[in-house]
C-alpha cells in the first residue's frame, strides 16, 4: 500500500512487477495449466478471467508455489520461482484465497495481527488503521470470531489481513464468489482505491462485467492456457469474451 | 468393605498420575493440532526426559535443577530431529497420514531399543525435588512430588494457554493448525511452526517424565504405558483439545487408581479401557471436544 502514482498505461519499456513465463502445473498426470505468459506493471490492475475449471486458481496458486509448477516467475526482475511462499509474502506478493482462507476459531483482531506476522508492532498499529480506513466494520468487529461474520465482512477481513502484510503486488482468486451483487461491488470498489494508491492487483475472477470495469488490461483463460489478451484500449470494446466461456 | 480414607487416598494419587497422563495428552493434542499426525513417539519423549536426567545427576553430578534445565531442552531437540528428518519429509512427500503415524511408532520403538543399548535395561529413579513429607490432610497422605506435579502441570497448562493466545509464535502455530496454505501466504514459516510444535510436544512429554520418575521410575520401555494412556487422556478429553487432555488425565489417572483398590492391579487396564469406552458412547467427541468437529 505504498503510496505511488498511479499509472495509465502499461510502459512497455519499465520492467514488468510480475512477469510468469511458461508457468504451468499439474495435478497427478493432468496438466491443468499449460505453459502460461502473463504480465502485470506497477500500479496495474489485470483480471484474469475464464470459466469454471479454466485453470485460474491453479495459476494464482502456482506463482505463489501452493502447487508443484514448472515455469519462470520473476517479481521486480528477480526470478523468484524458487522461493517457498512465506518467502514470496516477505517479498511482498500475497494471494487472498479463494474461500478467503480465514482461521476460523480466531478472533478479527487475532486474524488481521497475523497479516502482520513480520511486522514491528509500530508498523502493525499503522497498517492497521489503514485497513479500518478501508474497512471501518472490521473495527467494529474486532473481537468477533471471524467463522461469525457475514461472507461480505469475511471477504473484508481476508483482504484486510492480506493488505497487513503490506504487499506491492496482490493477488485475489474470485472474491465476489457467494457475494451478493452489492456487497461484492463494494468489495471491488475497495480494490479499486488500492489500486489507484497504487497497489498491484492480479484479480481472478469469473465475473467478467465485475472485473471487466477495474482492469486495466485482461487475459482470458480456458482449459488451462491463455486464449486472449485484452490490452488497456480493447477492454471497453470487447463484447466477445463471452465466448470463451462456452467454447 | 473398603474405607473411604483409602479410596480417598487413591483419589489423591490417582490424580498425581493422571496429571502426568494429562501432561503426555496435551503434547499429543499440540503436534495433532498442528500437523493433523497422531505422534506416536510422544511416550518416548517421557522416557528420556526421565532417563536424561538421571543421566546427569549420576553420570555428571549435576544439581537436580541444572539436570532438569538441561534435559527439556535437550528431549526438545529430539523432538525437532523426528519432525524434521521424519515427519516433514514425508509430509512433503504427502505421504498417507497412516504412514506417518506408523513411521512415529517405529522411531519410538528405535529410540527403545538404543536405550537399552546404551542405558541398560535396569529401572532407574532419582530423589524427590523436596525431601521429607508426606503432609498429612486428615485420612489422606500428600507426598511433596504430588504438589510438584500439581503445580507444574496447572502452571504448564496456564503458560501453553497465555503462549497459544498472546505471542505471536502461538498463534501463527494455531494459523497452522487452522489453514496451513493461508499461514504460509502471510509470511509466516510454516515449517518452522511445526518444529515448534514437536519441540514443544517433547518438552512437555520431558517434564513429566521427570516429574513422575522420582515418585514411580524410568526404564526404557515406560515410553510405551506413558503414551498410551496420554492418548487414552486426550480421546476422553476430546482429542484436540488441551483442557481436554488435562480433564481426560485426571478422570483415567483416578478411574485407575480406584479399580486397583477395588478389584486389584490386574483391572488397571481394564478401568483405562472402560473409561475410554463409556466416555466415547456418552460423548463421541470427548469430555470438552467441540461436537461439530469432523
Redesign the interface.
Known amino acids: 500500500m505504498t503510496e505511488t502514482t498511479p499509472m495509465t498505461e502499461k510502459t512497455p519499456s519499465a520492467a514488468p512487477l510480475l512477469e510468469i513465463r511458461g508457468l504451468s502445473a499439474t495435478y497427478g498426470q493432468v496438466r491443468v495449466l499449460k505453459p502460461t505468459n502473463l504480465s502485470l506493471f506497477e500500479g496495474e490492475l489485470v483480471t484474469v478471467l475464464g470459466p469454471n475449471g479454466a485453470g485460474k486458481t491453479t495459476l494464482v496458486r502456482a506463482i505463489?508455489r501452493?502447487v508443484k509448477a514448472q515455469g519462470e516467475v520473476r517479481f521486480k526482475g528477480e526470478d523468484v520461482g524458487r522461493l517457498?511462499?512465506?518467502d514470496l509474502?516477505?517479498r511482498g506478493i500475497?494471494?487472498v484465497?479463494e474461500g478467503r482462507?480465514?482461521?476460523?476459531?480466531?478472533t478479527v483482531q487475532?486474524n488481521i495481527?497475523?497479516?502482520a506476522?513480520?511486522a514491528t508492532r509500530v508498523e502493525l498499529q499503522e497498517r492497521r488503521a489503514r485497513i479500518f480506513e478501508l474497512f471501518p466494520r472490521l473495527k467494529e468487529r474486532l473481537h468477533q470470531q471471524s467463522a461469525s461474520l457475514s461472507g461480505g465482512e469475511q471477504q473484508m477481513l481476508a483482504i484486510g489481513?492480506?493488505l497487513?502484510?503490506d504487499p506491492k503486488l496482490l493477488l485475489l482468486d474470485e472474491p465476489s464468489l457467494g457475494l451478493a451483487p452489492r456487497v461484492a461491488a463494494e468489495i471491488l470498489r475497495a480494490l479499486g482505491q488500492l489500486n489507484k494508491a497504487g497497489l498491484g492487483i492480479l484479480l481472478v475472477e469469473q465475473k467478467a462485467p465485475l472485473a471487466l470495469k477495474l482492469a486495466r488490461r485482461a487475459y482470458v483463460l480456458t482449459l488451462g492456457r491463455v486464449v486472449k489478451e485484452l490490452e488497456a484500449g480493447e477492454i471497453g470494446s470487447h463484447h466477445d469474451i463471452a465466448q470463451y466461456y462456452f467454447s | 468393605m473398603i474405607d473411604t480414607s483409602i479410596i480417598l487416598q487413591a483419589v489423591i494419587d490417582g490424580a498425581g498420575v493422571g496429571l502426568i497422563y494429562g501432561l503426555v495428552g496435551i503434547g499429543y493434542c499440540v503436534i495433532y493440532n498442528a500437523t493433523g499426525i497422531v505422534n506416536f513417539a510422544q511416550g518416548v519423549f517421557v522416557m528420556l526426559g526421565g532417563m536424561l536426567t538421571y543421566t546427569l545427576l549420576t553420570s555428571l553430578g549435576l544439581p537436580m535443577i541444572v539436570a532438569v534445565a538441561i534435559a527439556i531442552p535437550l528431549v526438545g531437540v529430539v523432538g525437532v530431529v523426528i519432525e524434521w528428518f521424519i515427519v516433514k519429509p514425508m509430509l512433503v512427500r504427502n505421504s498417507p497420514m497412516f504412514a506417518i503415524i506408523l513411521a512415529t511408532l517405529a522411531v519410538q520403538i528405535m529410540i527403545e531399543r538404543i536405550t537399552i543399548m546404551t542405558a541398560g535395561d535396569q529401572p532407574r529413579t532419582f530423589h524427590e525435588f523436596t525431601a521429607g513429607g508426606p503432609l498429612r490432610l486428615g485420612p489422606v497422605a500428600v507426598g511433596y512430588q504430588l504438589i510438584w506435579v500439581l503445580v507444574c502441570s496447572v502452571g504448564l497448562v496456564l503458560l501453553l494457554t497465555l503462549f497459544f493466545k498472546y505471542t505471536?509464535i502461538g498463534?501463527?502455530v494455531?494459523?497452522c493448525a487452522?489453514?496451513r496454505?493461508?499461514?504460509?501466504?502471510?509470511?509466516?514459516?510454516?515449517a518452522r511452526m511445526l518444529a515448534v510444535s514437536f519441540a514443544l510436544s517433547a518438552a512437555l512429554g520431558a517434564i513429566a517424565g521427570i516429574l513422575i520418575t522420582p515418585s514411580q521410575y524410568t526404564a526404557f520401555n515406560v515410553g510405551v504405558p506413558f503414551g498410551v494412556s496420554g492418548f487414552i487422556a486426550a480421546i476422553v478429553g476430546g482429542f484436540g483439545s488441551a483442557s481436554g487432555a488435562f480433564v481426560g488425565g485426571i478422570v483415567l489417572g483416578v478411574a485407575q487408581a480406584v479399580a486397583i483398590i477395588i478389584f486389584g492391579a490386574g483391572y488397571k487396564t481394564v478401568a483405562a479401557l472402560a473409561v475410554l469406552l463409556l466416555v466415547l458412547l456418552l460423548f463421541p467427541s470427548g469430555l470438552l471436544g467441540k461436537r461439530s468437529e469432523k
Do not use: C, W
Open positions: 505463489m501452493l517457498a511462499t512465506h509474502a516477505k500475497v494471494l484465497l482462507g480465514l482461521f476460523g476459531s480466531m487475532e495481527n497475523l497479516g506476522y513480520t489481513r492480506a497487513m502484510a | 505471536r498463534n501463527a494455531r494459523a487452522q489453514n496454505d493461508a499461514a504460509a501466504l502471510l509470511g509466516i514459516p510454516v
